[in-house]
């Protein structure tokens, strides 16, 4: 089974930026949709982004405009553009597919603070 990992997080500034990757142990062109989730301390993780093997995205009212997903089935890997981060957007990010979900990977951590 395809497995996922997260990386590029860390500590930013509010008004930063950082791009986080999602490298898949297989194949994921057969996958129509990939996305970004996330998980604040105390919350349930939560939708950010998806984008379709045809390139069509779409994302959460609380990242658009700001976010940019992407991904490169050649390289196996979807990506997450993350500009004019804000101090509510720290949290653990993950990668998966719409549900049924792949098995989730460790999550990269996202900081925003100042």
């Known amino acids: 089974q395809v497995q996922l990992v997260e990386s590029g997080g860390g500590l930013v500034q509010p008004g930063g930026s950082l791009r986080l990757s999602c490298a898949a142990s297989?194949?994921?062109?057969?996958?129509?949709?990939m996305g970004w989730y996330r998980q604040a301390p105390g919350k349930q993780r939560e939708w950010v982004a998806i984008v379709t093997s045809g390139g069509t995205t779409n994302y959460a009212d609380s990242v658009k405009g700001r976010f940019i997903i992407s991904r490169d089935n050649a390289k196996n890997t979807v990506y997450l553009q993350m500009n004019s981060l804000k101090a509510e957007d720290t949290a653990v990010y993950y990668c998966?597919?719409?549900?049924?979900?792949?098995?989730w990977g460790q999550g990269t951590q996202v900081t925003v603070s100042s």
């Open positions: 297989g194949s994921i062109s057969s996958i129509n949709r």
């Open positions: 998966n597919r719409l549900a049924p979900y792949l098995p």
